[in-house]
């Protein structure tokens, strides 16, 4: 595919122009881009309610799961129904992204998500309890969703100007950090009272917003150099990001976090071991760190003053490592609970930089298979690492595998950093890739 110079070299743009001064006081959220454009302000809105259905879904599933088959197993294979779809279809939905009007597919995959949300709901109410079903309504969402990310994340540049991409970014942490806290707890209210089918239905009602939000918004078809329009190539957008060092930094760093030192798959068992606790226990460990990420999307004003994106991410993951590694070390709950919030506080920050990066270095007809990048890269490495923690606590201890994966995810940025020099020195104000 050919390029002219301007798209494939952003380090020859000139320096953007960075409109008004950010407040230097700012500590909360900063909700500019909800002030200043109305069609990122509904899709927002939108997005967070459907987040909301959306997790209550999840839960509903899983509940409904365990009714029909008493069995655990069978709960744990709603996960890999949902995960297999989403790596496979998440590249080539970032390739569809940038191949068609991401307005329509957006619309598309809402009106899909919806829509297998009603499916649950009619066989809930017609008492169709069937294992089958589930399982293929649950790879089917996870399609959807394949194909709504990466039109919906490719869309945020063109509705608001560079300089407001990291306090969307963190308004988007809210979001989906709310909507892990919240909906499962509002799935599990709605299913004792009203039943399955009560939460299929609100989540089916839920997307509505989105579809609206959808809706309202202009075409937008990828912007090309060559002004041509045609098939998008996965194995060219896998070559773009061989010769962006910046950008691939970025999914590098966020690998050293979620495969080297993610203890989520030991919870139930140093809950017990540890903590001398129960279910419950298990629940606070798992709830920690959303709450971190969610404080740390709250209080993400200080975020748009920063320009060195590349060392933020460095520091915030280097933190993450050290966190977990500390956590690791820990016998009193509490300060167990702190040290995993503060973890997710950091993958916030890194979260808000790696994003904006992405979005402000990549040209807009690379966005999509990037993005399709990006959720292969998050919905796959926190399972890696599970793998990782998992065996290395059998073969170890818990202890050693928390602690030794902290301080491997040090080391390890700290080798990428040395590797890849340019990308501490990254300025948002001339964003290279």
């Not at 088959?69 to 939905?93: E, M, N, Q």
């Not at 039109?151 to 990291?166: H, V, Y």
């Not at 809210?174 to 599990?188: K, Q």
């Amino acid at each position: 595919m050919t390029r002219t110079p301007s798209s494939t070299q952003p380090e020859d743009r000139a320096p953007r122009d960075e409109g008004p001064a950010p407040d230097r006081r700012r500590i909360f959220a900063d909700l500019t881009p909800l002030r200043t454009s109305p069609d990122y302000r509904r899709l927002w809105i939108g997005n967070t309610v459907s987040w909301m259905g959306a997790a209550m879904t999840v839960l509903a599933v899983q509940l409904q799961v365990y009714d029909i088959t008493g069995s655990s197993f069978s709960v744990g294979l709603v996960g890999l129904f949902a995960l297999v779809p989403l790596i496979v279809f998440g590249l080539y939905g970032g390739a569809i992204a940038d191949s068609v009007d991401r307005r329509a597919l957006g619309l598309a995959s809402s009106g899909g998500l919806g829509l297998l949300s009603v499916v649950l709901a009619a066989a809930a109410l017609l008492g169709y309890h069937r294992v089958w079903l589930l399982y293929t309504v649950v790879a089917l969402q996870a399609v959807c969703g394949a194909l709504n990310s990466p039109a919906r994340s490719a869309m945020i540049p063109r509705l608001l100007p560079p300089e407001q991409l990291p306090a969307a970014n963190a308004l988007q942490s809210v979001t989906t950090t709310s909507g892990f806290l919240v909906g499962p707890m509002l799935g599990g209210l709605v299913v004792g009272l009203w039943g399955y089918q009560a939460a299929y239905l609100i989540d089916a009602v839920a997307f509505v917003g989105a579809f609206y939000a959808m809706w309202r918004l202009p075409s937008m078809r990828p912007e090309r150099a060559d002004g041509k329009r045609g098939r998008a190539s996965v194995l060219d957008g896998l070559r773009f990001l061989a010769t962006r060092p910046n950008i691939r930094m970025t999914f590098f760093s966020d690998l050293c976090a979620m495969v080297l030192a993610q203890p989520k798959a030991l919870f139930p068992a140093i809950a017990v071991i540890w903590y001398g606790g129960d279910a419950l226990t298990v629940g606070l460990l798992g709830a920690a760190t959303a709450a971190g990420a969610l404080l740390g999307g709250l209080f993400s004003g200080w975020q748009g003053r920063i320009r060195r994106h590349g060392l933020a991410i460095l520091l915030s993951v280097a933190a993450w490592g050290l966190a977990i590694a500390v956590f690791g070390l820990t016998r009193n709950l509490w300060l167990g609970l702190f040290f995993l919030a503060l973890a997710g506080w950091m993958d916030t920050i890194s979260m808000v930089f790696r994003t904006t990066m992405l979005q402000a270095a990549t040209p807009d007809d690379m966005r999509g298979r990037l993005q399709g990048v990006f959720i292969v890269v998050v919905a796959g490495g926190p399972r890696l690492g599970d793998f990782l923690a998992g065996t290395a606590a059998d073969l170890t201890s818990p202890e050693l595998a928390i602690t030794g994966g902290g301080l491997a995810c040090v080391l390890a940025v700290a080798l990428l950093a040395a590797r890849w020099r340019g990308f501490a020195r990254y300025d948002a104000r001339s964003p290279v890739a």
